[in-house]
């Protein structure tokens, strides 16, 4: 079926059927590693993990529910694999992502400007991984805001149990050296930071301009220290 480029609602049923084309061949390989993988690096949850979570959870923040009008924001889909140390890929992992609007403002009652807010940004999404482990989002390369260098806020969990809190920062930009955040994650270790610090790429062959980024999330098979927390249970969306 070719779908109108203009037709927001078509592309939204075609992105959730299907995975993004040709990512496969980004996915890491599981089971292909001499050494134990090291783990993805946790970060704060900050404090706008959303209060009252929208009606619509899942997997495109472009569009809420069955609207037609489309987010704000440069288009980008973000995949992944989720892993434990081993390489060995976790099944039914709920991966959740948040972040702030095009005008950088949260979906969160207490933070700043609610009134400006983009209605058509989910703002928030979940995804529930299969076999092999893998997720993805359609979502905006996120923006920068007063005091923050433009970030994704990540996390995992299992059997209801949290394992993994952190932040998906943007190859390149300029501000992730002064980022507060960003300076202490790994204590501070390049090569830790790196592990959560990825480009955002032209998607080949779009021609909206529409952008790309992979992380692999790599965790461990026991919860969080508690208070770190079991987040809200509700509608995911399972990988092909």
């Not at 059927?17 to 980004?26: H, I, K, M």
């Not at 979570?53 to 997997?59: I, K």
Request: aromatic share 8%.
């Amino acid at each position: 079926m070719k779908l109108d480029p203009d037709c927001p609602l078509c592309h939204r049923r075609n992105f959730l059927r299907t995975a993004l084309a040709g990512s496969a061949a980004l996915f890491t390989v599981p089971g292909a590693f001499a050494e134990a993988l090291t783990r993805t690096p946790r970060d704060a949850e900050g404090p706008f993990y959303p209060d009252k979570l929208p009606l619509d959870t899942d997997n495109d923040l472009l569009i809420v529910n069955d609207g037609i009008t489309p987010a704000v924001g440069d288009v980008s889909y973000l995949t992944g694999v989720v892993m434990d140390s081993k390489g060995q890929p976790l099944r039914n992992a709920v991966v959740e992502i948040w972040q702030v609007d095009n005008q950088g403002i949260y979906l969160h009652s207490k933070a700043n400007h609610q009134e400006k807010r983009d209605r058509n940004f989910q703002s928030y999404g979940r995804f529930l991984t299969g076999s092999k482990g893998h997720y993805h989002f359609r979502t905006i390369k996120p923006p920068s805001y007063p005091g923050r260098t433009p970030h994704i806020h990540v996390a995992v969990s299992r059997k209801n149990q949290r394992l993994l809190t952190t932040q998906l920062y943007i190859e390149g930009e300029k501000a992730n050296a002064k980022d507060f955040l960003y300076k202490r994650l790994g204590g501070g270790d390049p090569k830790l930071q790196k592990l959560v610090t990825v480009p955002f790429k032209p998607l080949k062959g779009s021609q909206s301009g529409e952008l790309t980024a992979h992380l692999d999330l790599v965790v461990g098979l026991t919860p969080e220290d508690p208070g770190n927390g079991q987040r809200g249970r509700g509608r995911t969306r399972s990988e092909p």
